[in-house]
């Protein structure tokens, strides 16, 4: 008799268990990407003589490096409570990227079945979710240097209020709003003097992100649209208007190849490239795009890839012009950027491949003559 009552506690005890985890989950995942890789940047411009090279252990050739844990519960009525916390890090070193805990993603929020999803805290702009490109940022580690190619995917917003819609047969909507990096830095401080004029001081670095996409079997097309606040002067002496960026990208799989189409562009500089670039043989790029108020450029690439063998092959073109070149900015120092790369990804499973490629850029960071080769081969593992 003991014996089946405390059988009969124990089925209670797993019944009750299952009923927890069926209600709320947490999931850890993550992706491990690392290998070898060679550059080599050459600048002999207007006499300069610059040569670098850098070879050994690289991390996150085609993936950053991470680790996340990602919650969900269950609160009825096609209503749940969700959170994603996601770590970058250098697999070389272990060392975090940043120096946050949580730089890639740390949010919570609310996700309906009917209504969508509201999440607040640090997340990637509307252009991650609206992006159908394929492979467009797949060029090692020349995102350091080349300054992004107008690119709306891959920015993160601080403190952040974050709306994603439903697929309504297809079609979704994404809209962000970041209030800066305080609490209170979209505030406006009046300042009061008898003798002066009532002076508004504001910390303008409020973040807006929009976004839609529609995708259907072999087609898809999104576009998003992000604008930056900002404040201070340019090297000019001339206050900053804020940095906005667009973009329209789609992708159409033709079953023997897909193609993957990107264009857009970039005004008062790149909302995605802050501060001064240094790729990993030392050579400092200068933050043109952003020392002028009035910069321009127009930004495109083309992805090919295809089946090979059980693997699959891409090709991708990446260029950006701008008008860096004009007297006022840089002249006879700036170029426009060209990019160029072939990646050959072999799956060993589900979860893991092998991959290789080869990289060619000129004008890197719109630095005129400055040209920079890669070429690493890699392994890439996802848990």
Do not use: C
């Amino acid at each position: 008799m003991k014996k089946t009552l405390l059988a009969a506690a124990l089925l209670a005890g797993f019944a009750t268990a299952g009923v927890a985890q069926a209600e709320t989950s947490v999931t850890l995942y993550g992706i491990l990407d690392t290998g070898y890789g060679y550059q080599n940047f050459k600048n002999n411009h207007e006499g300069a003589d610059y040569r670098a090279r850098s070879s050994g252990l690289r991390s996150g050739f085609v993936d950053g490096n991470r680790w996340g844990l990602k919650g969900a519960e269950d609160l009825g009525g096609g209503l749940s409570a969700i959170f994603t916390l996601e770590n970058g890090f250098n697999i070389g070193t272990g060392s975090l990227d940043g120096g946050n805990m949580f730089n890639r993603q740390a949010f919570v929020g609310l996700s309906s079945d009917q209504w969508g999803a509201l999440t607040l805290g640090r997340q990637y702009s509307a252009g991650v979710d609206t992006s159908m490109g394929e492979e467009m940022n797949g060029l090692g580690n020349f995102d350091k240097v080349a300054g992004g190619m107008g690119l709306g995917s891959g920015t993160r917003v601080n403190n952040s209020f974050k709306y994603t819609t439903p697929s309504f047969s297809g079609f979704k909507g994404v809209l962000m709003y970041g209030t800066g990096s305080t609490a209170n830095s979209n505030s406006t401080w009046v300042i009061r003097d008898g003798n002066l004029p009532n002076t508004d001081v504001k910390d303008r670095g409020a973040r807006l992100s929009v976004g839609a996409s529609y995708s259907n079997g072999p087609l898809g097309i999104g576009a998003a649209y992000d604008r930056q606040s900002v404040y201070g002067q340019d090297v000019n002496g001339r206050n900053v208007n804020a940095m906005t960026a667009w973009d329209i990208n789609g992708s159409y799989d033709f079953e023997v190849v897909k193609l993957s189409l990107m264009f857009g562009q970039d005004r008062n500089g790149k909302i995605n490239w802050n501060g001064d670039a240094t790729d990993l043989s030392g050579y400092a790029v200068p933050n043109l795009a952003n020392g002028y108020q009035d910069f321009k450029s127009n930004n495109w690439g083309v992805t090919l890839s295809a089946p090979v063998g059980p693997g699959r092959l891409f090709a991708v073109y990446n260029g950006s012009h701008s008008n860096l070149k004009d007297d006022d900015k840089w002249g006879s120092k700036a170029g426009n950027i060209n990019a160029y790369q072939l990646q050959y990804q072999y799956p060993l499973s589900k979860r893991t491949k092998i991959y290789t490629y080869a990289s060619y850029m000129q004008n890197v960071g719109y630095v005129k003559d400055l040209k920079g080769t890669e070429a690493g081969i890699g392994i890439n593992h996802r848990f």
